[in-house]
């Protein structure tokens, strides 16, 4: 399975909330840079994915392929979603989040993935004002200077 079909995979496992299958994908050391304000790793990252897909029910990156080299597969995302359940805390120092009904629309992001031995490795966000965990917490009215 070529690195673009293993991401595609892994994209809509999580859209679809079938985590098990998207963790499967992942390789032991799995690292996540510029989606939180700290490095995640395949449990943190699940975990917040996890806490999206309960109050984001359709959750989507809405993603296109841009580059595939080798390993590393470049991918953009733009994420869309409606908050209409209640969100558990998607990560230490917040509390669960009441459904707002606030759709997110987030802005474009650019995600480098990096494959080996048909593991995903590495998922690196270049950071995007307003993009990445914080910017979807604040378009659903979650003010992180008061959670935090």
Same mark, same amino acid.
């Given at each position: 399975?070529?690195?673009?079909?293993?991401?595609?995979?892994?994209?809509?496992?999580?859209?679809?909330?079938?985590?098990?299958?998207?963790?499967?994908?992942?390789?032991?050391?799995?690292?996540?840079?510029?989606?939180?304000?700290?490095?995640?790793?395949?449990?943190?990252?699940?975990?917040?994915?996890?806490? #999206?897909?309960?109050?984001?029910?359709?959750?989507?990156?809405?993603?296109?392929? %841009? &580059?595939?080299? *080798?390993?590393?597969?470049? =991918?953009?995302?733009?994420?869309?979603?409606?908050?209409?359940?209640?969100?558990?805390?998607?990560?230490?120092?917040?509390?669960?989040?009441?459904?707002?009904?606030?759709?997110?629309?987030?802005?474009?992001?650019?995600?480098?993935?990096?494959?080996?031995?048909?593991?995903?490795?590495? #998922?690196?966000?270049?950071?995007?004002?307003?993009?990445?965990?914080?910017?979807? %917490? &604040?378009?659903? *009215?979650?003010?992180?200077? =008061?959670?935090?």
């Amino acid at each position: 399975m070529s690195p673009a079909n293993i991401i595609e995979e892994f994209l809509i496992a999580i859209e679809q909330r079938n985590f098990t299958k998207a963790e499967d994908l992942l390789s032991n050391s799995f690292k996540v840079t510029g989606v939180a304000p700290d490095t995640l790793d395949a449990s943190g990252f699940m975990s917040i994915h996890r806490a #999206l897909g309960n109050g984001i029910p359709d959750f989507r990156f809405n993603y296109e392929f %841009l &580059k595939e080299k *080798g390993g590393a597969v470049n =991918v953009r995302f733009h994420i869309t979603g409606t908050h209409t359940k209640s969100m558990p805390a998607p990560y230490a120092g917040l509390r669960t989040i009441a459904p707002t009904n606030k759709s997110v629309n987030m802005p474009d992001e650019q995600v480098e993935f990096t494959v080996r031995d048909n593991k995903i490795q590495k #998922l690196q966000v270049t950071h995007v004002e307003g993009g990445g965990l914080p910017g979807l %917490l &604040k378009q659903i *009215g979650v003010d992180l200077r =008061v959670e935090a």
